[in-house]
């Protein structure tokens, strides 16, 4: 049955590159998941998915995600609608701000450095502020997507003031290390992937060229016929040429206003929800209330801004925004229920169990990286694949007197590494979302550039075993 437990991961791979459809490929690997937990029997894992898709609103957490989804679409809709984004948009044009594509590329990538306190809030910040500039400069909103998703979660394994560093301080606790905090941090320099990931972004930032499918991508979604267009800092954007409607109604308040609503309130309720300590909140409850209180604010101000614009109006606005929204929720909900039912076949602990103690020890840091890598690809989750591979790789290290850090940041950059690669992973779903991208284009765009720096992770991990 061990190896059955790899079938639903390689399903949804297959049917995706097959179909170029995520959620027919979520629908059979849950089908298949499901199967062989009731013992291979097709009808019964038939009947089985619906209960898999129902247990999902058991999690409160879970029912959160798939609401703020929703709610996401009709902020985005509400702000744009209103003219918002289209102020916005021209006063970046006005300043100077976005008159060429590396100060544009720039934008997304130096938030996701600053915001490094919650993942969700970095990217959909990220994304929410650029994809309109992106648009302006012909920029595709995958290359968008690549930079949020590859700048956010490895600046947040970075500067580990945030609830993925009190994550990983409470599961090293109660293991034989002298100072876990010191470990933790120690463990920073060594997170290869993360680092060479950053350094990759910003290389694309800065010299504007992007490779393989990310090329192909911008050739066919912004017209660009040469490698002239990747070179960008001398190609500069007439406003003229790419004006926003200027008799738009709205004013830049109308976006920047409910939006930085939503960042002070997902800080707030952190703090609220962890009873004065800020790590120690609830990511879920935050953000919902953060963006339910946002489409609040961003509906009283423009029914207050707008006396043409009714309340029956903004209501459909905000239904419309969330039917745009309404596949990818469904993606989320197909992702949380095809990860419960592989955590209940056992395919992490399988693939944990893979790392021996008869291996050599030289070559440990590598083989945990590459274990953390499959077990947050095929679950869709690195914070899950801290939690299975923490409690293991740490007493390997120990037992084998390796330093404890090279295999904390082996673990931590392999979950990371995995989930830039995963079609079903929250995090790609969300910077999809938040850049306004089709979800499968941004796996395909991204992956060429997360294997390579996968690729040069291993090695070093190799060298560090070597020489260590």
């Not at 609608?81 to 100060?103: E, I, M």
């Not at 409470?170 to 010191?182: R, T």
């Not at 192909?216 to 500069?236: C, I, M, P, V």
Request: aromatic share 10%; net charge neutral.
């Amino acid at each position: 049955m061990d190896w059955f437990t790899l079938l639903p991961p390689a399903i949804a791979i297959i049917i995706a590159l097959w179909k170029k459809d995520v959620i027919l490929a979520l629908l059979g690997a849950l089908f298949c998941a499901d199967t062989l937990l009731n013992g291979f029997n097709l009808a019964l894992g038939f009947l089985a998915v619906f209960d898999s898709i129902v247990a999902v609103f058991a999690s409160s957490g879970n029912t959160r995600i798939l609401i703020f989804s929703l709610l996401i679409g009709a902020l985005l809709s509400l702000i744009k609608k209103s003219g918002g984004v289209s102020a916005f948009v021209s006063w970046v044009c006005a300043k100077g701000l976005a008159d060429s594509q590396r100060k544009v590329a720039s934008i997304p990538a130096i938030i996701g450095v600053l915001i490094f306190i919650e993942t969700n809030l970095s990217l959909l910040t990220a994304g929410f502020i650029s994809r309109n500039l992106f648009d302006q400069v012909k920029l595709s909103r995958a290359r968008l997507a690549y930079i949020i998703d590859s700048t956010c979660a490895p600046v947040c394994v970075i500067i580990l003031f945030n609830a993925w560093g009190a994550t990983l301080l409470a599961l090293l606790d109660g293991y034989q290390l002298q100072n876990p905090v010191q470990s933790l941090i120690n463990s920073i320099g060594y997170n290869f992937y993360a680092w060479i990931t950053l350094v990759l972004v910003f290389y694309t930032v800065w010299s504007g060229r992007v490779f393989g499918a990310m090329k192909r991508s911008e050739l066919k979604n912004t017209g660009l016929q040469d490698d002239s267009a990747d070179n960008s800092d001398s190609q500069k954007i007439s406003l003229k040429d790419h004006a926003y409607d200027k008799k738009a109604s709205g004013h830049i308040g109308l976006m920047l206003i409910p939006l930085l609503t939503m960042i002070f309130s997902i800080v707030f309720f952190m703090w609220y929800t962890g009873n004065g300590e800020l790590l120690k909140g609830s990511g879920t409850q935050s953000v919902l209330w953060a963006v339910g209180l946002a489409c609040v604010v961003a509906f009283i101000m423009i029914r207050l801004s707008s006396e043409r614009t009714s309340t029956v109006t903004l209501i459909k606005w905000g239904f419309e925004g969330m039917v745009e929204l309404l596949p990818l929720v469904i993606t989320v909900m197909l992702a949380l229920a095809l990860g419960a039912s592989m955590k209940m076949l056992g395919t992490g602990t399988f693939v944990s169990s893979m790392v021996s103690d008869s291996l050599p020890i030289w070559s440990l840091p590598a083989l945990i990286f590459l274990c953390a890598s499959i077990i947050s690809f095929t679950t869709g989750t690195s914070w899950g694949t801290f939690g299975i591979l923490i409690p293991i790789a740490v007493p390997i290290a120990l037992i084998n007197q390796i330093p404890p850090e090279i295999v904390i940041s082996a673990v931590v950059g392999g979950g990371v590494f995995g989930d830039h690669c995963s079609p079903i992973s929250d995090t790609t779903i969300v910077s999809s979302l938040a850049a306004g991208c089709d979800h499968l284009e941004h796996v395909k765009t991204q992956l060429p550039y997360a294997l390579f720096a996968g690729v040069i992770s291993v090695v070093a991990y190799l060298l560090v075993g070597l020489l260590g």
